[in-house]
C-alpha cells in the first residue's frame, strides 16, 4: 500500500510565476508589523462601505471550504439584531491543508489587517481570532503587542485557543468555545450571523479569506480580478501533497492541476487521480487534471475545491484504500453528538474497510450507495455530508476499482508491501516560520 504518511514537514512555498505580492511573500521569514506597514498595510480607510463595494466587486469568497461571497456574508450580519462581533477563524482542522497556520504564523498582520477591514465593513466593536495551533497563537499575540501602542490600530482583539479537532473549526463550534463552551458544532439555527458570540450577529471568517480584504483595499477590485477568472477572481492557496513537490502554493484560479504539476517538475502522467479540496469532497479521477480549478468547474465534476487542499495518487495508489483511510478518520473524528453521523460514518468505514481488503459483498456496496445519499444533510455539522461524498465519490469516480476489490483482483493492492495505513493520509505540517 502507498499512502501518504502522516503529517511529513511541508518542504516548499512558492508563488505561482503569474503571481506577485500577494498572499505568500518573505521566504518563510515571519512579517513583523514595520515590513508590513512598509508594504502599505493598515491603510487608512475613508469610506467603508465604498471597501465594501470594492470588495463586493471583487467577488471574494470563503477560502474556508463553502466559497460564499464574504460581501454578502457581512451585509447579511450587519443587518441583523444588535452590534456584530467578528471573528478570524484559523482552526485548521483539516489534515491536508495548512494555508491559515502558514498565515497566521508568518503574516499574521495581513490577517489582523483582514480582520480590521471586515470589523470597520460589519460594525463589529468585539473582535477575536480563534486558533488551534499555538504556534498561531503565539505569532497573532506578537503581532498584536506590536501594535500595542503603535498608533496604527487600537482595537482589542481576543485570542482564543482550543484542541485541534477536525470539527473544532466549524462555525457553531467558534462560537461555542469562543463562549466558553466546548468547541462542537451546535444545532442550527440559529446560525452565527443570527445569534453567534453572546447571542450576537457574528461574522466568521476564515483568515485566508480576510487575508484577501487587504489586497483588495490594496489593489482596487478590477486590480485584484487581474488574476483568476470572472466566477473565481484573484489567486487561492494550494495545499498540495503525496508527491515530491508537497507544499504550499499560491497560484491563480483557473489554472489546471497539469499545469501546476508541470510548473513543479511533477509529471502528470504519472498521476491517477487526486483526493480533492481536502477530506471533503472525496476522489476525482484523471479527468480533473485538465479541469480548471475554480468554483463553477469543480461543481460540474460533483466536486469542490474546499479548503484547496490537493492530495495526489501517483500510479499505485489505490483510490478503494484512500477511501477507507479517509472514511475511517471521519468515523474517528466526527464530534459524537448526532447519532445519524456517529453510527453512519462508523458502517460506511465499516464496509470501506471491507472492500479494501476483499471482504465485501454487492449488497455491502449497494447499502453504501444508500447511505451515501440518504444519510447526507443529516447532522449539526457537514462532517457526514463530507463522509458521504467520500464515498460517492469512489462509487462514481471508480466502478472498476471497487469491482477489483469486490473479487480480489486488484493489482495496485496484491502487488504492494502491507504496510500501516496513516491516520490522517495526505497530512501535511506547516514550515515553521523564523
Not at 482596487?220 to 502554493?249: H, N, Q, V
Not at 480533473?288 to 500510479?315: I, N, Q, R, T
Not at 477489483?404 to 490522517?424: I, M, R, S
Request: some cysteine; proline content about 6%; overall charge negative.
Amino acid at each position: 500500500m502507498t499512502l501518504a504518511t502522516d503529517a511529513p514537514v511541508t518542504p516548499a512555498v512558492a508563488a505561482h510565476p503569474d503571481v506577485e505580492s500577494r498572499l505568500l511573500i518573505g521566504g518563510g521569514q515571519r512579517e513583523d508589523l514595520a515590513a508590513y506597514r512598509a508594504a502599505g498595510g493598515y491603510a487608512a480607510v475613508d469610506d467603508a462601505e465604498r471597501l465594501l463595494d470594492e470588495v463586493d466587486e471583487a467577488a471574494v469568497r470563503g477560502r474556508g471550504g463553502a466559497a460564499f461571497p464574504i460581501a454578502t456574508k457581512i451585509r447579511t450580519v450587519r443587518g441583523g439584531r444588535g452590534v456584530p462581533v467578528a471573528v478570524a477563524n484559523g482552526e485548521e482542522g483539516e489534515p491536508a491543508s495548512v494555508k491559515d497556520r502558514w498565515l497566521l504564523r508568518t503574516r499574521p498582520h495581513l490577517v489582523l489587517d483582514g480582520l480590521r477591514l471586515a470589523s470597520l465593513m460589519v460594525g463589529a466593536d468585539e473582535l477575536h481570532v480563534y486558533v488551534s495551533d499555538p504556534a498561531s497563537a503565539e505569532s497573532v499575540t506578537r503581532a498584536l503587542e506590536e501594535l500595542r501602542g503603535a498608533g496604527v490600530w487600537d482595537a482589542e482583539v481576543a485570542v482564543t485557543l482550543v484542541e485541534p479537532t477536525y470539527v473544532a473549526g466549524e462555525e457553531t463550534a467558534a462560537v461555542q468555545a469562543i463562549d466558553g463552551g466546548p468547541a462542537l458544532p451546535t444545532d442550527k439555527p440559529p446560525r452565527p450571523f443570527e445569534a453567534g458570540v453572546k447571542g450576537r450577529p457574528t461574522l466568521v471568517s476564515n483568515v485566508e479569506t480576510l487575508a484577501n480584504l487587504p489586497l483588495v483595499q490594496r489593489l482596487g477590485a478590477t486590480g485584484y480580478r487581474g488574476l483568476g477568472t470572472y466566477a473565481s477572481p484573484g489567486t487561492f492557496l494550494l495545499t498540495l501533497s503525496g508527491c515530491a513537490a508537497t507544499g504550499l502554493y499560491e497560484v491563480p484560479f483557473g489554472v489546471t492541476l497539469t499545469a501546476v504539476l508541470t510548473w513543479l517538475g511533477e509529471d502528470p502522467a504519472q498521476v491517477d487521480g487526486v483526493l480533492m479540496g481536502g477530506y471533503f469532497s472525496g476522489v476525482l479521477g484523471r479527468q480533473v487534471l485538465d479541469v480548471p480549478l475554480e468554483y463553477d468547474a469543480l461543481k460540474a465534476l460533483h466536486s469542490g475545491l474546499g479548503c484547496g487542499a490537493v492530495g495526489v495518487l501517483s500510479a499505485g495508489t489505490c483510490p478503494v484504500e484512500v477511501s477507507a483511510a479517509v472514511m475511517a478518520y471521519f468515523a474517528r473524528e466526527n464530534a459524537g453528538q448526532c447519532g445519524s453521523c456517529f453510527n453512519g460514518t462508523a458502517a460506511m468505514s465499516a464496509v470501506l474497510d471491507a472492500l479494501r481488503d476483499s471482504r465485501a459483498e454487492a449488497e455491502d456496496v449497494e447499502r453504501l450507495t444508500g447511505w451515501s445519499v440518504r444519510l447526507r444533510g443529516r447532522g449539526a455539522c457537514g462532517t457526514l455530508d463530507g463522509a458521504t461524498n467520500v464515498a460517492a465519490a469512489l462509487l462514481r469516480e471508480y466502478p472498476d476499482a471497487v469491482r477489483t476489490h469486490l473479487d480480489g483482483t486488484c493489482a495496485t493492492c496484491g502487488a504492494a508491501d502491507e504496510q500501516p495505513v496513516p491516520a490522517a493520509p495526505f497530512a501535511v505540517a506547516p514550515p515553521t516560520a523564523a
